[in-house]
């Protein structure tokens, strides 16, 4: 059974950086997608940055130039590099992995609040 779990949220000024982790516990094939996602109060929960497991990034166009996905296949642990934080950031993060069957499997999520 896959497991992700988030960790460095947290309340930032913005202009100010933070870095999030998901440490993914369980046996997963390779061909899958690790990303992340993120939900605002109020809004639709949307996508931030993906990486395949070949190392292919995609980010949305908010972010980009801004946040850096990356991971750590040794340690199975993906990061969020997030910098220039803007409170339009501030939302609930999600770790979000699919697998090559296409199924999903999601953390808790981990809270980033950047203050104006």
């Known amino acids: 059974q896959v497991r992700l779990v988030e960790s460095g949220g947290g309340l930032v000024q913005a202009g100010g950086s933070l870095r999030l982790s998901c440490a993914r516990s369980?046996?997963?094939?390779?061909?899958?997608?690790m990303g992340w996602y993120r939900q605002a109060p109020g809004k639709q929960r949307e996508l931030v940055a993906t990486?395949?497991?070949?190392?292919?990034?995609n980010y949305a166009g908010s972010v980009k130039g801004r946040f850096t996905i990356s991971r750590d296949n040794a340690k199975n642990t993906m990061y969020l590099q997030m910098n220039s934080l803007k409170p339009e950031d501030t939302a609930v993060y999600y770790c979000?992995?699919?697998?090559?069957?296409?199924?999903?499997?999601w953390g808790q999520g981990t809270q980033v609040t950047v203050s104006s």
């Open positions: 979000n992995l699919e697998d090559s069957y296409r199924l999903n499997y």
């Open positions: 369980g046996s997963i094939f390779t061909g899958h997608t």
């Open positions: 990486i395949t497991s070949s190392g292919s990034t």
